[in-house]
Nanobody, 120 residues
Framework: QVQLVESGGGLVQPGGSLRLSCAAS????????MGWYRQAPGTQRELVAV???????NYAESVKGRFTISRDNAKNTVYLQMNSLKPEDTAVYYC??????????????WGQGTQVTVSS
């Protein structure tokens, strides 16, 4: 099995910063990519940022220049540094991993989600 555990969400004022972390654990053979998605009430889950095993990154247009995704391969952990937060960034943030397990192939895994609220 593979588990993704997120941390770092919370309440922050507009213009503030938060750092999300997501640690992958379990019977991991390889990690192709890890990323962050978010879902606000009444909306579909959307991609925020993704980083591949080759350290290529991709961001949603709405967060470019404000959010930075990074990873620590030794710890199987991905981070999302969020700066200049806006009320419209309020959502549940989900960690995603495209992870390979020996004998079981590559599959998609999700964390349980962490709430980010941007409000004064």
């Amino acid at each position: 099995q593979v588990q993704l555990v997120e941390s770092g969400g919370g309440l922050v004022q507009p213009g503030g910063s938060l750092r999300l972390s997501c640690a992958a654990s379990g019977s991991i053979f390889s990690i192709d990519a890890m990323g962050w998605y978010r879902q606000a009430p009444g909306t579909q889950r959307e991609l925020v940022a993704v980083i591949t095993s080759g350290d290529r990154t991709n961001y949603a247009e709405s967060v470019k220049g404000r959010f930075t995704i990074s990873r620590d391969n030794a710890k199987n952990t991905v981070y999302l540094q969020m700066n200049s937060l806006k009320p419209e960034d309020t959502a549940v943030y989900y960690c995603h991993g495209r992870i390979g397990r020996l004998y079981y192939g590559t599959n998609d895994y999700w964390g349980q989600g962490t709430q980010v609220t941007v409000s004064s």
